[in-house]
């Protein structure tokens, strides 16, 4: 999430990219050097960056670092939380690429999580809406954004700022507060802030259920398609 708190700062890049590899005996001495400096060119970087300590590079290229740590074991999946949330716009656009490369390269599976919709609509082939730490939606991309069901899902969706004043959707403005997660309100969770809620919804819980294509949706009043 945080590129100046994600690196330790008395390491060095190589000991930093290096580390999991030592711990899963992936390579020694002259295999490792080589290996390291094949994650830093991956992830655009050159191997003059491995004597170096993290404060002498800018927050795009500390995650470039953490990317290529994450790749030092070979993995096939990645979970990545909030990767591009503190970096610029400019430079959140550079690793996106970046990721989206890697993804095709590597045949990677990511578990992208994110606030900004409009980064999730960018890189996910399918979306997970999550309300006070469940999920109240599941579907492929397209769905979401263009058939979006749980009155959530379409507060956040209506929320996303956009240049297109011709298509901008009527702007849902949610009341009150998101409860504590502790101490979550009864039946649906979201029924204090839905326009939609009804009886039930106060006293009965939605099952995410699945319908067309996947669409899995837990609400009482728009059901999955
Ligand atoms: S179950 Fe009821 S309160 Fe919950 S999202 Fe659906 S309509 Fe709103």
Do not use: W
Not at 9 to 15: A, E
Not at 51 to 77: K, M, Y
Not at 115 to 120: A, E, I, T
Request: contains cysteine; glycine residues 6%; neutral net charge.
């Amino acid at each position: 999430q945080d590129p100046y708190a994600s690196l330790n700062p008395r390491m060095r890049v190589r000991s930093i990219v290096g580390e999991g590899i030592e711990i899963h005996k992936l390579a020694r001495g002259k295999e490792k050097e080589d290996r390291i400096a094949e994650l830093l060119a991956m992830v655009g970087m050159s191997a003059d960056a491995m004597d170096r300590l993290p404060h002498e590079f800018s927050g795009g290229q500390r995650q470039r670092i953490g990317i290529a740590r994450a790749l030092a074991v070979n993995p096939r999946f990645l979970v990545l939380d909030e990767p591009v949330s503190a970096l610029d716009v400019s430079i959140q656009a550079q690793i996106i690429n970046l990721l989206q490369d890697l993804q095709e390269k590597l045949k990677l599976t990511y578990l992208f999580i994110a606030h900004d919709l409009r980064v999730v609509e960018h890189i996910s082939n399918r979306v997970a809406i999550m309300y006070l730490g469940k999920i109240v939606e599941i579907a492929t991309r397209d769905e979401i954004y263009l058939n979006p069901r749980h009155p959530y899902t379409r507060a956040l969706l209506s929320a996303i700022p956009t240049i297109d004043t011709a298509h901008r959707p009527e702007r849902i403005k949610l009341p009150g507060e998101m409860p504590s997660p502790m101490n979550p309100p009864s039946g649906c969770a979201f029924h204090p802030r839905c326009p939609y809620a009804k009886d039930v919804c106060t006293n009965v819980e939605p099952k995410l259920e699945t319908g067309r294509g996947g669409h899995a949706v837990s609400c009482h009043v728009f059901p999955a398609p």
